[in-house]
């Protein structure tokens, strides 16, 4: 590795970053069409892989996508990935789309093809998140298409805002890449309906239910405001503090710093 | 122009159709956050550019993008892509993407590229259609996300249609790449609401006003069932008939013959 580049996977072939271009007749690239996900490896150890890996193919499946190589090439290809990009923490996102499409609409065989590269967790100190009513299409599938929370970019850096929280119909989901949870009264209280279902939210909520009653239901907007405490999980984040929505603050920390230390200790056991 | 290969326009540059590529970092294929427009050109002449490059503007305005050469420039890589690619059918897509982003999230200079391809007419024999359940986010804006439509092309093969029909709350909007328009005792009655505008469907609401009493409003599912005739407009597809929507079918076509007449005389003086 020289020069700080990369190497990514495309196609089968391990290539330098620059290399790793498509077509502009790929079919994620002219109509959104395909999926992803994420995960890292820290200093060399894919986290939760296997968990990812499972996401991917249930995505792939939803939107009628096959996955060009086995899951144990895939798997070889990542760790090869890991290998050659010597990060302490790396970040790799696999990407599966409808392929090079003759007539720009049917999808055809994928392609496939995986980014790495260096990336850093979001801010332990906590984020601010900006209420936005968006039901997301398809949302148990991680797709593509991040139209919303991109164009609402200039409205969160206005309102001094890192990410922003989808609410419809007067129910609670989720972050643009993240799962959210409230705590009232030691309750642990988290969507399931209309949200993408985060490998970092399935180990929190089995933390939890170790140590607090967990409730994993429709979320009404309301809850919100009379939470004591809020949070979001997700792979950049692990486990990191709420502290205002829409301007209104929640300080209180107590039970999200104890699934802090659970969550930790159970990644370094992983 | 040899071995039936094109050109397209790159940032700036003409280049054969194979050298088309873009870096896997791009915003448009990561997070499909991009716009384009698609018009035609019949035996090297461009039909209706002007309003398909105010729309082009329209849509990259709305999501935040700046075109990065001015409109002329635009026109002038247009007409030049026009000569490289001799072709009496010719298909031009320009796409314009939130570019190269070093976060994977945050757009910044962007993209632009046209896809120069001969196309073919939809089949004059009109169209059938399934109906869906579905709202376009952002519905006035031309973004890259297909991922509805191209999802349901299995249930589309599977009841012999050729496009969806898209319906939300009792409302008919459009087609996935067309928009609607329904006759009831000779008026003409089109959908203004949640659709994208399209170029086909305006010029033929202003031939349309000329002959019939014409309604552009909300239009409730309902009415289409006892509609006289159905009809669509599009870049590739000029004015055809809908013959059937969930297996129902409409056959009169007196005023569609009579629009595509008109249509057709004013296409070739525009």
Redesign the interface.
């Known amino acids: 590795m020289k020069n700080n580049s990369h190497y ?1 996977y ?1 196609n089968g072939d391990i290539v330098p970053e ?1 290399q ?14 395909g999926i ?1 996900d994420f995960f890292r490896a820290v200093d060399g150890r894919p986290i939760f892989m296997e968990d990812h890996l499972d996401r991917f193919e249930h995505s792939a499946r939803k ?2 996508l096959d996955i060009p190589v086995t899951r144990q090439q895939l798997r070889e290809a990542i760790l090869t990935l890991i290998e050659h990009n010597a990060e302490p923490l790396l970040g790799l ?1 696999m ?1 599966l ?2 392929g090079y499409s003759p007539d ?4 055809t065989t994928p392609n496939l ?1 995986i ?1 790495a590269k260096p990336f850093q967790f979001a801010s332990a100190q906590g984020l601010k998140l900006l209420l936005v009513e968006h039901l997301r ?2 949302s148990d599938v991680k ?6 929370p ?2 609402q ?2 409205a969160m850096r206005q309102a001094g805002c890192q990410d922003v929280l989808y609410h419809h119909e007067g129910r609670l989901s989720e972050l643009s890449r993240s799962n959210l949870f409230l705590v009232k009264n030691e309750t642990i209280i988290t969507p399931n309906t209309d949200i993408l279902f985060g490998v970092t939210r399935k180990h929190t909520l089995a933390l939890a239910r170790q140590h607090f009653q967990v409730e994993e239901r429709p979320v009404a907007l309301d809850e919100l405001w009379t939470a004591d405490e809020v949070f979001t999980t997700g792979s950049t984040k692990r486990i990191i503090p709420i502290t205002e929505v829409n301007g209104q603050a929640f300080t209180s920390s107590k039970v999200i710093s104890h699934l802090q230390a659970l969550f930790l200790s159970h990644e370094q056991q992983s």
């Not at 720009?104 to 999808?107: D, I, L, V």
């Not at 797709?143 to 919303?148: D, H, I, K, R």
């Open positions: 990514f495309l620059a790793a271009q498509l077509h502009v007749s790929d079919l994620g690239l002219l109509r959104g069409y992803f939107l009628f996102k990407i789309t409808g720009g609409f049917a999808p093809f980014i299409e398809m797709t593509l298409n991040y139209l919303q991109i164009w970019i200039p």
